[in-house]
T-cell receptor, first 116, second 112 residues
Framework: EAGVAQSPRYKIIEKRQSVAFWCNPI?????LYWYQQILGQGPKLLIQ????????DSQLPKDRFSAERLKGVDSTLKIQPAKLEDSAVYLC??????????????FGPGTRLTVL | GENVEQHPSTLSVQEGDSAVIKCTYS??????FPWYKQELGKRPQLIID?????GEKKDQRIAVTLNKTAKHFSLHITETQPEDSAVYFC???????????FGSGTQLTVLP
């Protein structure tokens, strides 16, 4: 079974620039998550999709972050404009069943973003 | 919302000794508690999990215990090996918040 794929693996940008991250979940997984992991901390949930609908985006800074999962498979997370404090690893995860059940989440390798 | 506290933040043990990492949670509606291992520069990987209807679960050298009354759960690694060195994260899934909240992580170092 192929795992969660993410690209790019690394990205360096200047503050106020924009950046986009891509995620392809495990085939058949209905739920997709984007997490932000700041160095030395645990992952923090940004947004959760069930198929192509948003389940929870309460911790997404909507003035600069946006995400979509148009066909219920791949997802894109965008930051515009980036700030220095956005430097972090952005992790995508997916799980098999619908949210609410506490099912196992499988993580991708992450995208390490550095904002200069 | 859910709050997960994890201790200690760093832990060094001699190879062959046991390691214990403890977490507490605040939301009594939490019902699923996974533990992830993250090696430097790599993705978090699930190593063991436990649900609220079970008090203990074991998988070879790894075990997790859950005390719902006290709202805490622990990871136990026996006969530690150098390859166990990594950051370990606990997490709690809240049925009411419908999301997984992670602890701050424990850097485990197994000294040869």
């Amino acid at each position: 079974e192929a795992g969660v794929a993410q690209s790019p693996r690394y990205k360096i940008i200047e503050k106020r620039q924009s950046v986009a991250f891509w995620c392809n979940p495990i085939s058949g997984h209905a739920t997709l998550y984007w997490y932000q992991q700041i160095l030395g901390q645990g992952p923090k949930l940004l947004i959760q999709f069930q198929n192509n609908g948003v389940v929870d985006d309460s911790q997404l800074p909507k003035d600069r972050f946006s995400a979509e999962r148009l066909k219920g498979v791949d997802s894109t997370l965008k930051i515009q404009p980036a700030k220095l404090e956005d430097s972090a690893v952005y992790l995508c995860a997916s799980s098999l069943t619908v949210p609410g059940g506490g099912d196992t989440q499988y993580f991708g390798p992450g995208t390490r973003l550095t904002v200069l | 919302g859910e709050n997960v506290e994890q201790h200690p933040s760093t832990l060094s043990v001699q190879e062959g000794d046991s390691a214990v990492i403890k977490c507490t949670y605040s939301d009594s509606a939490s019902n699923y508690f996974p533990w992830y291992k993250q090696e430097l520069g790599k993705r978090p990987q699930l190593i063991i999990d436990i649900r609220s209807n079970v008090g203990e679960k074991k998988d070879q050298r790894i075990a997790v215990t859950l005390n719902k009354t006290a709202k805490h759960f622990s990871l136990h690694i026996t006969e530690t090996q150098p390859e166990d060195s990594a950051v370990y994260f606990c997490a709690a899934f809240s049925g009411s918040a419908r999301q997984l909240t992670f602890g701050s992580g424990t850097q485990l170092t197994v000294l040869p």
